[in-house]
């Protein structure tokens, strides 16, 4: 595998330091990720045995040296995404995620610094020069079994934020918690994370695990879907029609549509908004279904009913609005493309269904993951064709003229409360194939009948 510019650099680093007695190592996830035969975007080192103004005089002698982490010891380079840091010892002093007393030690041993890391395959060192692999918890065998492990019980929970990171590795890493850890986690206080850092373990469990329910799972387990997830939690134990979901309850449907939609999000245009959409979907779901007297189970509207609880849980994770309407848009239409292909729907409807998206070409892959989300349910890919054929056409149709305010104004009307009005029924006249003059002369027409009604 060719090595990147930072690895060279690192290579270049750690020669000048071993000339002064030094050692390098790379540390965390480029470690854990080479032994899984995967490259690592982010390149982490850490530098013992010389001092720490030794470490920026060589460093200056590669480039302009950079306060990455002034406050936990990390360095960098200008140009370079490279991080440098010397071992160090961490105390929690607050609740805050930076509430930590960090003393560097350049001194200290392998052994010593790798105690604070989070989990075992994390803690995994190797020596920049030799290749070397450290190896003090065994994270190499975790890696090899899928184990998340902790390091350092009783320094684990002095980051809550762990809790989450535990269930993202298992997800990404289709891995699962070991039990002890999953005590541990089980036990810890989340309540004081910040929804940005909780948001951050999501995303990557959505974008980069083949399995996302894995996380949810996994937090599950440990209880702590109620803090940061309640509406998804409360999804456990709502019945759905067996008829069309024997997987079971709605939390069981929902886990299989977002691994669904894990292996679409590439075709996708906005993949984190498409993954949130395809997590959140069918949470009106717990407060529109009932039990009919016949004994079947509906959830009538339940698109539009759950748009309040959804934006809710969204509001528990970021404050993105581009986002959120995002999520709120293509949740309210995903069972409209489905319903439309299996109906054949004329021309005029499917144009206005993909008018209303945020994106037609997104909410066509939602609809397809709901309906893969179901036990023994082929999808049937004539609904996607028929699907992808309606979007060029909504597309071809979207480059003819269309009736403007302008137009209106031309023909002698002045803008005011009903100009909104028509210009909606242009559209509604434009998606039924009229050309931009019958369509100007309909509604001049129309609005002349009214004036005398």
Known sequence: MEKTRDALLAERVAADVAQRGGRVYYVGGVVRDGLMGRASK????????????????????????????????????????????????????????????????????????????????????????TGELVDHWGGQEDLENRVIRCVNP??????????????????RLKASVDPDTLSLCAGIDVTQITRERVFEELSKALLKAEKPSVFFRELRRMDHLREFFPELEACIGVEQNPKFHPEGDVFEHTMLVVDCAAGLRDRAEQ???????????????????????????????????????????MQRLTNNQRLTAYVLNQTQLHMRPNMMAANHSHKKKTRAMFDLSACPNDLILLSRADASGKLDAPYDERYEEFLRERMEDYRRIMLRPMVTGRDLMDAGLRPGASFSAMLARARQLHFAGLSRETALRQILAEEKSHMFE
């Not at 934020?161 to 269930?167: E, G, I, T």
């Open 42 to 129: 982010d390149i982490d080192v850490e530098v013992y045995g010389i001092a720490p103004q030794t470490l920026r005089e060589v460093l200056a002698a590669h480039g302009e040296v950079l306060e990455k982490g002034a406050s936990f010891g990390v360095l960098g380079l200008r140009h370079s995404d490279l991080d440098i840091a010397m071992p160090r010892k961490e105390r929690r002093t607050g609740e805050g995620h930076r509430d930590f007393d960090v003393s560097v030690d350049p001194f200290m041993t392998t052994r010593e610094a790798s105690m604070r890391r989070d989990f075992t395959i994390n803690a995994m060192m190797r020596d920049v020069l």
């Open 154 to 171: 009783q320094t684990f929970r002095e980051d809550a934020l762990r809790v989450f990171r535990a269930a993202q590795f298992a997800a």
């Open 271 to 313: 993949p984190l908004g498409f993954m949130l959409s395809a997590l959140l979907h069918d949470l009106g779901k717990i407060v529109a279904t009932e039990v009919q007297e016949d004994g079947r189970i509906t959830a009538y509207g339940h698109e539009v009913q759950g748009l309040p609880l959804v934006e809710r849980q």
